[in-house]
């Protein structure tokens, strides 16, 4: 499966963006898919993933309330709404995929597929 992720950008706090990742070589029905993080000089950080079976999206603690996960099948793609956006925010988010739910969903060693990531900058 290859993900591309698409729609970062700069944005004020406060200010939402919606990422997109389309996916191909593979359908996302079915797959375990999710978004990490990476600020620079700092770890990756989980920020959501969809347990496509059970219809139940996880979140990271410090997007909840404030990030939503969904997917359209129809298109091969899952999105990210992010709202109130906050400096802290800024990172390269990634679009990731497994074939199985994983009870460690929250680890980036977790997931095989990865996209190329998309900008996020967060500032006034």
């Known amino acids: 499966v290859q993900l591309q992720a698409s729609g970062g950008g700069l944005v004020q706090p406060g200010g939402s963006l919606r990422l997109s990742c389309a996916a191909s070589g593979g359908t996302v029905s079915g797959l375990t898919m999710g978004w990490f993080r990476r600020a620079p000089g700092k770890e990756s950080e989980f920020v959501a993933a969809?347990?496509?079976?059970?219809?139940?999206?996880y979140y990271g603690d410090s997007v909840k309330g404030r990030f939503t996960f969904s997917r359209d099948n129809a298109k091969n793609a899952v999105y990210l709404q992010m709202n109130n956006l906050k400096p802290e925010d800024t990172a390269t988010y990634y679009c990731?995929?497994?074939?199985?739910?994983?009870?460690?969903?929250?680890?980036?060693?977790?997931?095989?597929?990865w996209g190329q990531g998309t900008q996020v900058t967060v500032s006034s």
């Open positions: 969809h347990r496509y079976d059970m219809r139940k999206t």
């Open positions: 990731v995929a497994r074939t199985y739910w994983s009870v460690m969903y929250y680890s980036r060693d977790q997931y095989p597929y």
